[in-house]
């Protein structure tokens, strides 16, 4: 493993918003609190940012499948998913959950007109990759069985669609008590760089870059990376190491930030997101 | 229709957790059947006037809805949708345990949930909120 793909790693590793039960906040004191038919008290910008968890700041890679859909870009998406060549077997937890990170993604986003083939490799690198990652038998079962009905055309590929994206939405979050906290961001993270790097390249192919402004501006995303790059990164990680990331994360963020994205920033998208996953 | 999968969720809704989390769980569940999906679900355990506040990113066009099941310590809880500047977008005006709201965005951003322990029946004591995100 590379040391920037370490350093990937380590700085995702530190991405975790699922603590949802720990703090919470109170609003200023307010007699009108107390009283029974009182509404909430309202929250200004600087108390929601500082009270915000991440609990749902990335998208679905379904949801993401079906934002294109509304956009109008949903055929042959399968053929715009590269080869991926990752071992999913390696000794390093956390690489092995951004990788099935991006392989779930992969599955996720392919599942309406990928070949059954094709898509049976995919899901049987999940089902590695979450072995691998410590997930338990549970998922394992769940996903011989989606394989196993895949293979005998028991399940169509809408039914199938709802199916993966109950266990992304449902199933994949309670891996953390079994996988540890950790695992469960490090896969956010590897799904949202495969789903944006996937959303650009089907902007691309398909001439529509109107539809980049509805699905590439996600500044907060990006920022919520970037963050743990700057704070995080400076001890985890090689100071060339955290200017590559950190400049990556910079251009993407200025596209995201943009009002209207054109077809030269997708084009960036795409590129800067291919090279972050050419190091994994 | 999806057997493997409704019993691992419901194994892990109804393993270690409170009623709020399975009172959330069974709406989920039951919202698949008309085509809602699940981004998130959170829990915090909160004590009366105070509030958790969840950051999320949602798709314009895409129709979302928070759901929110308090448990039976909660006489009122609330759910407001604010934008990324603070702005409130929508509020639940239920005076029950078990609020939600319905939005679609015009324009892809980040917007904040806040959910309230607005009214516990015990005002001394502390209640669990479990809060979803879900689309179609």
């Keep these: 493993m590379s040391k920037l793909s370490l350093a990937l790693v380590l700085l995702f590793a530190a991405c975790d918003g699922s603590k949802p039960t720990e703090e919470t906040k109170q609003a200023t004191p307010d007699p009108a609190t107390m009283t029974p038919a009182a509404p909430p008290t309202k929250l200004t910008a600087e108390e929601l940012a500082a009270a915000a968890q991440n609990v749902g700041l990335v998208p679905s890679p379904v949801e993401t499948q079906k934002a294109l859909e509304k956009a109008g870009i949903s055929s042959g998406i399968s053929k715009l998913v590269p080869e991926r060549n990752f071992k999913l077997t390696v000794d390093n937890k956390d690489v092995v959950a951004v990788r099935t990170g991006v392989v779930l993604a992969d599955a996720l986003l392919t599942v309406k007109d990928a070949p059954k083939e094709k898509l049976i490799e995919r899901m049987n690198l999940v089902k590695t990759g979450m072995a691998a990652v410590g997930a338990g038998a549970d998922i394992q079962r769940t996903l011989d069985d989606l394989i196993a009905r895949i293979q005998n055309d028991g399940v169509t590929r809408d039914n199938l669609i709802k199916e993966l994206d109950e266990l992304q939405g449902a199933v994949v979050p309670e891996i953390k008590y079994e996988a540890g906290d950790q695992v469960l961001p490090l896969i956010q993270a590897g799904s949202w760089l495969a789903g944006s790097n996937l959303v650009a390249s089907a902007i691309l192919a398909s001439s529509k870059p109107e539809a980049g402004s509805a699905l590439l501006r996600q500044p907060q995303v990006v920022e919520y990376f970037q963050r743990y790059v700057k704070v995080e990164g400076t001890t985890r990680a090689p100071s060339d190491v955290l200017t590559q990331l950190d400049g990556s994360l910079a251009t993407l963020l200025e596209i995201a930030k943009k009002r209207a994205i054109t077809i030269d920033d997708i084009t960036v998208v795409k590129s800067t997101t291919d090279s972050v996953l050419s190091l994994l | 229709m999806h057997s493997a999968l409704f019993s691992l969720f419901l194994s892990s809704a109804y393993a270690d957790e409170t009623t709020a989390e399975s009172c959330l769980k069974n709406k989920v569940w039951e919202s698949y059947g008309t085509g809602w999906a699940l981004r998130t679900m959170a829990t915090a355990t909160l004590a009366q006037a105070e509030y958790k506040v969840y950051l999320v990113t949602l798709y314009a066009g895409t129709e979302y809805r928070v759901t929110a099941c308090g448990d039976a310590e909660l006489a009122n809880a609330d759910v407001v949708l604010y934008d990324s500047l603070g702005n409130q977008?929508?509020?639940?005006?239920?005076?029950?345990?078990?609020?939600?709201?319905?939005?679609?965005?015009?324009?892809?951003?980040?917007?904040?949930?806040?959910?309230?322990?607005?009214?516990?029946?015990?005002?001394?004591?502390?209640?669990?909120?479990?809060?979803?995100?879900?689309?179609?």
Aim: charged share 20%.
């Design chain 2, 89 to 136: 977008v929508l509020r639940d005006m239920s005076e029950d345990r078990e609020p939600n709201l319905s939005y679609t965005p015009s324009s892809t951003d980040t917007f904040y949930i806040a959910v309230h322990a607005t009214r516990l029946n015990n005002a001394l004591g502390k209640g669990t909120i479990a809060m979803a995100l879900t689309y179609k």
